[in-house]
């Protein structure tokens, strides 16, 4: 698949089969992350990978952790949002809905725990960089992220970035032994795609050029 291709293509999966996914495809999917330009070579992305019974264990402690905290899925912007962003965001619920309610299930509900449960993807990866940094290096890791969902994408694998599980920064450092000086800043959920369940079978829409780019001649 070329990366044009895997652009156009990919999608994030909120339904996962079973099956396992090889170590060496989660390390060449890796490896092309690593290739991720950065400023001056700093290259600050780190990443955590957990599976099997630790994958279990965190998932229970998170689920534990959004019961008492009932943490709700948002922009998590101080401000209200200009109207473009707020009906782009409705129209992915509005394709999202149908979809969630096909499969018994609620919309906040399902975004929340599936964001705690990865989905029920095999893999769990969690997204850290240094507290030393300043906030403009994220760029530098987003781009790395970018980097991990389209090589994912070129293998056959599915997956989806989560920004929720970042309101439980503190129980995933703990469970997972990650030191104070790491910030958790994203989860990102890695398997094979369930192409029968409703939820994967939407898209939402992009924005056309004259949204987002201007022209000076």
Not at 88 to 113: D, H, T
């Amino acid at each position: 698949m070329d990366v044009l291709s895997a652009m156009s293509d990919r999608q994030s999966a909120r339904a996962y089969l079973s099956k396992p996914v090889k170590r060496a495809d989660i390390e060449e999917i890796f490896n092309y992350a690593g290739q991720a330009p950065s400023a001056i070579n700093l290259q600050p992305w780190e990443y955590v990978v957990v599976y099997g019974e630790e994958k279990n264990r965190l998932v229970q402690r998170l689920k534990k952790a959004r019961a008492e905290s009932k943490v709700s899925c948002g922009p998590g912007t101080e401000n209200p949002l200009p109207d473009r962003f707020k009906n782009r965001s409705r129209q992915a619920s509005a394709a999202m809905a149908p979809k969630i309610a096909e499969m018994g299930k609620e919309f906040n509900p399902f975004v929340e725990e599936g964001s705690c449960s990865f989905y029920g993807a095999p893999i769990a990866i969690i997204v850290t960089v240094d507290r030393i940094f300043p906030k403009i290096r994220y760029l530098d890791v987003g781009l790395s992220v970018s980097y991990l969902l389209l090589a994912a994408q070129a293998k056959g694998l599915a997956t989806c970035p989560i920004g929720l599980i970042s309101a439980y920064a503190q129980d995933i450092a703990e469970a997972l032994d990650i030191p104070s000086n790491k910030e958790v800043i994203l989860g990102i959920a890695l398997g094979y795609a369930d192409p029968q369940s409703p939820i994967n079978q939407f898209k939402t829409g992009r924005e056309n050029l004259d949204a987002y780019l201007r022209w000076y001649e």
